[in-house]
């Protein structure tokens, strides 16, 4: 189905309570321009006879790149482990910012997200829910303003894999007839 205009797209807090798994502290990501997921699979093929006589192929993960305008403060604390970087400069002028070292870990996260599609010419919404990912900062390439204007956005690319859960989740989809219902899955699957 073909898919268009990225919307609402939301991270939260992966946690795993004896293969129970739950998200906590659901929060937006910023306002997103575009997500490339790219799957991962394991392969296996057995020759007998000097013929290929079997062949498996598994889902394991993937890669997930997500492309936004900024990265909320709240979203770089959840996914990175960043911390409070603010200093008051210029006598009780407070710069805020935020502080990643070496002993920061990066937290699992789940991602949510939709995006209108056309399914036999009838606009409905392509819901998608990644239960586990990983991610780390977004590199920086910052230039100079010549004639013309470029901005420079953050995109966030990380890896995504099997919960914790008996059955391995990794991905799940919906189809939504409507904008609040495709916001309601979204809001469901990271509660």
Not at 34 to 56: C, L, M, N, P, S
Not at 61 to 83: D, N, W
Not at 118 to 139: Q, T
């Amino acid at each position: 189905m073909p898919k268009f205009d990225l919307r609402y797209i939301q991270i939260a807090t992966y946690v795993n309570t004896s293969g129970t798994i739950t998200y906590a502290n659901k929060t937006t990501i910023g306002d997103a321009m575009g997500v490339d997921i790219t799957y991962k699979h394991a392969e296996g093929r057995v020759f007998a006879e000097g013929v290929q006589a079997e062949f498996i192929k598994k889902l394991i993960g993937g890669s997930i790149s997500i492309a936004e305008k900024y990265i909320p403060t709240a979203a770089h604390k959840l996914m990175f482990g960043s911390r409070d970087g603010s200093r008051t400069v210029n006598t009780n002028v407070t710069v805020a910012g935020l502080k990643l070292g070496g002993n920061d870990s990066p937290k699992y996260v789940g991602v949510s997200f939709y995006a209108p599609c056309m399914i036999d010419g009838v606009e409905k919404f392509y819901c998608m829910f990644i239960r586990r990912a990983l991610f780390g900062p977004p590199n920086m390439s910052v230039k100079t303003m010549g004639e013309t204007i470029n901005f420079d956005t953050p995109t966030v690319t990380g890896e995504f894999l099997a919960d914790n859960s008996t059955n391995l989740e990794i991905v799940e989809d919906g189809i939504a007839t409507s904008v609040a219902d495709a916001k309601a899955w979204c809001d469901a699957v990271l509660a």
